[in-house]
């Protein structure tokens, strides 16, 4: 199948928030700590909520995954292995979340506010029509703006925070290149540029791109915090502003990402022994 990348291409991994390096530290958490971590802040329901976004990208590539039949699904449940990414996840981190990142964190979200932020962001994470909860964020934006609310500008606050280095667009970019190679590679598509030009072809995006992200972050941050109060949110953009959540946040984010690469790129190569139950 020919393949040729046209903007729309990108729209999968909107709400992607990644960066693209792992920070080292001497004073790494011990393991058991580790497994707390991620049950207390929820970055555990986030790794399984990964294996959600699988189900579109065949379209990524111009695919339809409906003509692969259960042979898709099989391919993403062994691909996704949730716990093959929750051990990738602690195995990095043991090496490099401090004790003090990790117990400031903790802190936080063991708070009753931390554990409603937590369970609203859970089931945000793992709700699979994302097309409804992009809609429905946005229904919700656009009617705090007509209020007048101060709301979005403190939603728009937690999204700056959790992405503080500014690096989601570039991580994207990175992901969808990976991807897209390891599926030419893999005799999937037919790519008919290279790695060059498609990186050209996404800096020249870069200004819509980075314009869709942001929105894309607002209407979620907008549905997942909806039952919260205004005093709510504002707190927590402030705790997101700290320099240990920030350290939190970082290397939480380059976690996701290189997992999310690591698997795009196997899913890829994968497709290539699939066979399609209809003509695509």
Do not use: C
């Not at 991620?38 to 399984?48: M, N």
């Not at 117990?103 to 409603?116: C, I, K």
Request: proline residues 2%; glycine residues 4%.
């Amino acid at each position: 199948m020919t393949y040729s990348l046209h903007r729309t291409a990108f729209t999968f991994f909107l709400l992607i928030l990644t960066l693209a390096a792992v920070p080292v530290t001497s004073f790494a958490a011990g393991r058991d700590r580790i497994e707390a971590f991620l049950t207390t802040t929820g970055f555990d329901v986030a790794l399984e909520s990964i294996a959600l976004s699988s189900a579109s990208a065949p379209k990524i590539l111009g695919i339809d995954p409906d003509g692969f039949g259960s042979d898709w699904t099989r391919l993403t449940e062994e691909v996704f292995d949730t716990k093959d990414m929750h051990e990738t996840a602690v195995s990095i981190l043991e090496r490099t979340l401090s004790d003090e990142a990790l117990n400031h964190a903790v802190e936080f979200y063991a708070s009753d506010l931390g554990q409603r932020l937590v369970e609203a962001e859970n089931a945000s994470h793992m709700l699979e029509d994302e097309e409804a909860k992009q809609q429905h964020g946005q229904e919700i934006v656009a009617g705090l703006i007509k209020d007048g609310s101060h709301r979005v500008e403190s939603l728009k606050r937690m999204n700056r925070a959790i992405d503080s280095s500014g690096t989601a667009l570039r991580a994207l970019q990175e992901i969808q290149l990976r991807f897209l190679l390891a599926a030419s590679a893999s005799g999937v598509i037919d790519l008919q540029l290279d790695a060059d030009e498609l990186r050209l072809m996404m800096r020249q995006n870069e200004t819509g791109m980075r314009q869709a992200l942001q929105l894309s972050a607002l209407a979620g941050a907008a549905y997942t915090y909806q039952d919260f109060s205004d005093a709510d949110v504002t707190t927590y953009a402030e705790a997101l502003e700290q320099p240990l959540m920030q350290e939190v946040y970082e290397l939480l984010n380059a976690v996701q990402y290189e997992i999310m690469a690591m698997k795009f790129e196997i899913l890829a190569a994968r497709m290539a022994d699939l066979h399609p139950a209809q003509d695509i």
